[in-house]
């Protein structure tokens, strides 16, 4: 069995990956919508806020213990952001940023170059992999899904708190692909690093309670 904190990206980014956020996510874009950057904006939110919100509404759909689901889903999102930032320290994949700019020239052979690009939204990471928002949702759906039994729930959110768009979901999926999506929008990580970050996240949880069960 691989390693929990195994890392599957490849070194070298997709061109198409690298294009897709130097057109959807950069601070001015014609190619992303109204709806595409409220959906940024809104997934920049803490990931312990978001999830915690979900693990309410999921114990009263299930007609559990508040406490103790909205317990096991933070305890899941701050074990996924851990992992995540570790595991960030030893690759240092480099950011979209970086490498739409060229400070990684080369990483990105037959992409144009602009030196001008910004994301929609900022960050100071060291590494662009993993995603820790991406890793944290994993956990967090992994840890509802096994608390509720099912995928389906329905939650509307709203962030900036008073001033943000309302988000609804129909189903944890929903939510999971809507974060990889707002990250790519955001200008802040690779469509496969999404992805992959999803997935790691999933893993760690569900290897969790197999080693409990």
Not at 50 to 70: I, P, Q, S
């Amino acid at each position: 069995m691989a390693r929990i904190d195994h890392w599957q990206l490849p070194e070298t980014p997709a061109v198409a990956d690298v294009a897709e956020v130097r057109r959807v996510g950069a601070r001015v874009s014609r190619a992303r919508t109204a709806d595409q950057t409220a959906a940024a904006i809104f997934w920049s939110a803490p990931s312990l806020t978001l999830w915690a919100c979900a693990a309410m509404e999921a114990a009263r759909a299930a007609r559990l213990d508040e406490r103790h689901v909205k317990a096991r889903v933070a305890i899941a999102v701050e074990r996924a952001r851990r992992l995540a930032v570790r595991i960030g320290e030893r690759i240092r994949y480099p950011t979209p940023e970086a490498l739409i700019r060229g400070h990684a020239p080369s990483r990105v052979a037959a992409m144009h170059v602009d030196p001008s690009w910004e994301p929609l939204l900022a960050a100071s990471r060291a590494s662009e992999a993993p995603c820790p928002e991406c890793v944290a949702a994993g956990a967090a759906v992994a840890a509802l899904r096994r608390v509720m039994g099912e995928d389906r729930l329905g939650v509307e959110m709203v962030f900036p708190q008073g001033r943000g768009v309302m988000r609804r979901f129909r189903s944890l999926t929903q939510m999971l692909q809507e974060c990889e999506d707002a990250q790519v929008w955001a200008g802040l990580h690779l469509r496969a690093t999404a992805v992959e970050s999803t997935e790691l996240g999933l893993r760690l949880e569900n290897q969790r309670d197999s080693a409990t069960a």
